[in-house]
């Protein structure tokens, strides 16, 4: 049973969600999942930690946890693979929920998704929207006056983030964590992933698995070429043992490497380096 607190927030979403849209056939139906996640979401997550955002095309949920030691680190806004959601059980949840242990809290946004009948090929339309989205993200964490912010994404959402990054909308992100980055040489139209990650200049931790898909794995050595090549002397790439694309048994050891990278990156980027 739902309690009367969970419910009014997720209402006033919703009518948000409805009213905002003038939309195609095709996106009612992307429109409809993401209302059903939405709906789901509100029997699984706290009242207070649900967020409605507004971008361009409409408002989108997303799920904000506050750090729980000490005063917080920071924001790491979350961005999921295609499909999924922002409480997804494979990197996304673990990450959502555990990072706060750090002192890092957490905003999981719910990424434009396809309806069902539509090819995967077809995302690549969805990268306007995403920027949209994970710049709303960055000005309501503005509105907080929430300097410390990280965008990470998993799988296609670190495409996603690459791409928003690479536009030139980095100037309010501190750092990029890419989890098991794919080439997504399928998408239309066409998409360049090293091409992105040679457009970024802000710290970037590429991390994958030793029993990734192939092409993320086969991409290792290009991503570090592109990142090289751009002179970006804060990129940092990590083979996580034992680790397959959903990192399924190995979540703490993905947790416990994100966040040491995020500490250890941060101070060293605020200590001064010499003499101006």
Known sequence: ?????????????????????????????????????????????????????????????????RAKMGESRGVVILAHGMGAHPDWPDVISPLRTQLPEFGWSTLSIQMPILSPEEPVAE?????????????AAIDYLHTWEIEQIIL????????????????????????????SMLSQKFIKPGLDVFKLIGGINIPMLDIYGDEDLPDVRRGSDDRRLAASKNGNRDFEQIELKHAGHHYQGVEEMLVDQIQHWLQQTLSMIDQPRGNI
């Not at 995302?123 to 710049?135: V, W």
Request: proline share 1%.
């Open 1 to 65: 049973m739902i309690m009367i607190r969970s419910a009014f927030p997720i209402i006033i979403f919703l009518m948000g969600f409805m009213l905002t849209y003038q939309v195609s056939a095709k996106d009612i139906q992307a429109q409809n999942r993401e209302q059903q996640i939405a709906e789901k979401l509100a029997l699984i997550v706290d009242a207070d930690e649900i967020v409605s955002l507004k971008a361009s095309g409409g408002r989108f949920i997303g799920i904000y946890q």
């Open 123 to 135: 995302y690549g339309k969805t990268l306007k929207i995403a920027n949209s989205r994970l710049n």
């Open 152 to 179: 990470l994404g998993y799988s296609f959402g670190a495409v996603q983030v690459a791409s928003y990054l690479a536009s030139g909308k980095n100037e309010n992100v501190r750092a990029f964590v890419s989890v």
